[in-house]
């Protein structure tokens, strides 16, 4: 059962206060509560040698967009090279579009976006494909357009993949990929 105690001066406790009756606080008579900015400042340590960072990221971001495109005669896969990010950038890939023709009967399988940082590195992302109305001259259709989320670290390639089921005949494919350049901070 708690005890209660009166204590003045330094006081050690172990285990759990309670604190009871608190009084209420009282202002005067037409008294102004609030943050007074001539009263209120920040002061920083630095020196004009070493400089507090400022940035402004809302205008410090540039639109960005490229596209690529490739035809394969004999082969089902295709790898283009987008964009390489530019350094002291991050692109933030915001939107992309892909299209596949292909020869009748024939259909694209994987259409990927790759951040590659090295030979043997990189994060790849599939894309929904979406088969479209045949081409006026017969060839298959297909379309990826995605809002999507995608990051590249600076140096980093941006390239597309593109597989179709055969090899047999020509096809073309092209993507486009819009988003911002963020100053790498």
Do not use: C, W
């Amino acid at each position: 059962m708690p005890v209660p105690t009166a204590a003045q001066g330094t006081t050690t406790i172990a285990g759990s206060v309670n604190v009871a009756n608190t009084p209420a606080v009282t202002f005067a008579s037409g008294a102004t509560i609030g943050i007074s900015p001539a009263s209120n400042t920040v002061q920083l340590a630095n020196t004009t040698a070493n400089p507090v960072p400022v940035f402004n990221l809302g205008d410090a971001l540039q639109p960005f967009q490229a596209a690529a495109n490739s035809t394969q005669s004999g082969y089902n896969v295709s790898v283009v090279d987008i964009a390489t990010v530019p350094a002291g950038y991050r692109l933030a890939i915001e939107f992309v579009s892909m299209v596949g023709q292909v020869p009748p009967t024939q259909h694209v399988e994987i259409l990927q976006i790759t951040t590659v940082t090295d030979p043997f590195g990189g994060v790849s992302h599939d894309l929904l494909v979406n088969a479209q109305p045949a081409a006026v001259i017969g060839d298959a259709l297909f379309r990826a357009s995605q809002e999507v989320k995608l990051y590249a670290n600076p140096g980093t390639t941006v390239r597309a993949l593109f597989r179709r089921n055969s090899s047999a005949g020509d096809a073309t494919f092209g993507v486009t990929i819009s988003g911002r350049l963020v100053p790498v901070v």
